[in-house]
């Protein structure tokens, strides 16, 4: 049974920090390109970043860059985001994705509010 679980979401002032993982069972995990989505209230799912299977190259999206880093652990199948920085306009569930060619798996996300 594929499970992606994330955790580590939750309430943070603006300009902290948080760090999401996803734990990931049920399949080859080192064989996979790892993603983190998000989805703010009223918009549509975006990209936030993604790692390739070995971890050799990220990924992210213009609206993170230089503040969020990917990582991954493939000993322990877990990716991670290290969020920096954070901004009002993070808040968001945040989603993991695992991908190979057509196969692709979703976590149930963890909700990431960033408020004073």
């Known amino acids: 049974q594929v499970q992606l679980v994330e955790s580590g979401g939750g309430l943070v002032q603006p300009g902290g920090s948080l760090r999401l993982s996803c734990a990931a069972s049920?399949?080859?995990?080192?064989?996979?390109?790892m993603s983190w989505y998000r989805q703010a209230p009223g918009k549509e799912r975006e990209l936030v970043a993604n790692?390739?299977?070995?971890?050799?190259?990220?990924n992210y999206a213009d609206s993170v860059k230089a503040r969020f880093t990917i990582s991954r652990d493939n000993a322990k199948n877990t990716v991670y985001l290290q969020m920096n920085s954070l901004k009002p306009e993070d808040t968001a569930v945040y989603y993991c994705?695992?991908?190979?060619?057509?196969?692709?798996?979703w976590g149930q996300g963890t909700l990431v509010t960033v408020s004073s």
């Open positions: 790692i390739t299977s070995t971890g050799g190259s990220t």
């Open positions: 049920g399949f080859t995990f080192s064989n996979r390109a």
């Open positions: 994705n695992a991908a190979r060619g057509s196969w692709y798996r």
